[in-house]
């Protein structure tokens, strides 16, 4: 049970340069969201979706996309890269039963956008 | 948008010292979730807290729910080297917004030189 992977660990991009961050969970969790992480600012929430097909923008969506064809994938989409968007990302997948929630996080993408 | 606010940002521990962070809120929780971070990994969940006023241990980590759901504390008690890293709090709200996550800034622990 491979749990929520993340790929790629690094990327180096030059401004302006797209590229797609992958996420993939085996758990059939319900719930995928992306999160950025910068220094002294914790995790902020940048799209989330509930289910196939469903998605929505979270805290920080400007520059970024994402879809969901699959339960298993939640790609992140960079469309033009900048220099702000250097920072750590990760995925995380959730199930809720009632009031219970389970979130599980990847191990990250180190972005570096220079 | 909802914040919380996580204290202290930064402390040293010796080994065998108690240790003790908070969160507290602007607004309800209806969940209270504590996470760690090693270097180079994704968060790690220690404790979740689902109902106000609930106690929860897990180990040598205690963290309760506050009454007003606004605030939650978690304690560490007799520190070892590898409770070194970033603690984090994250509340939850289920149901309109779907679970997502809202995190504190993160507490770093770092071994006293």
């Known amino acids: 049970n491979a749990g929520v992977t993340q790929t790629p660990k690094f990327q180096v991009l030059k401004t302006g340069q797209s590229m797609t961050l992958q996420c993939a969970q085996d758990m059939n969790h319900e719930y995928m969201s992306w999160y950025r992480q910068d220094p002294g600012m914790g995790l902020r929430l940048i799209h989330y979706?509930?289910?196939?097909?469903?998605?929505d923008q979270g805290e920080v969506p400007n520059g970024y996309n994402v879809s969901r064809s699959t339960t298993e994938d939640f790609p992140l989409r960079l469309l033009s890269a900048a220099p702000s968007q250097t920072s750590v990302y990760f995925c995380?997948?959730?199930?809720?039963?009632?009031?219970?929630?389970?979130?599980?996080f990847g191990s990250g993408t180190r972005l570096t956008v220079v | 948008g909802q914040q919380l606010n996580q204290s202290p940002q930064s402390m040293f521990i010796q080994e065998g010292e108690d240790v003790s962070m908070n969160c507290t809120s602007s607004s309800i929780f209806n969940t209270w979730l504590w996470y760690k971070q090693d270097p180079g990994e994704g968060p790690v969940l220690l404790i979740a807290l689902y109902k106000a006023g609930e106690l929860t241990s897990n180990g040598r980590l205690t963290a309760q729910f506050g009454i007003t759901r606004k605030d939650s504390f978690l304690n560490i008690s007799a520190s070892i080297p590898s409770d070194v890293g970033i603690y984090f709090c994250a509340g939850l709200n289920y149901g309109g917004s779907q679970g997502n996550l809202i995190f504190g800034k993160g507490t770093k622990l770092s071994v006293k030189p």
């Open positions: 979706s509930v289910g196939a097909g469903i998605t």
């Open positions: 995380a997948s959730s199930y809720s039963q009632g009031s219970v929630y389970g979130y599980t």
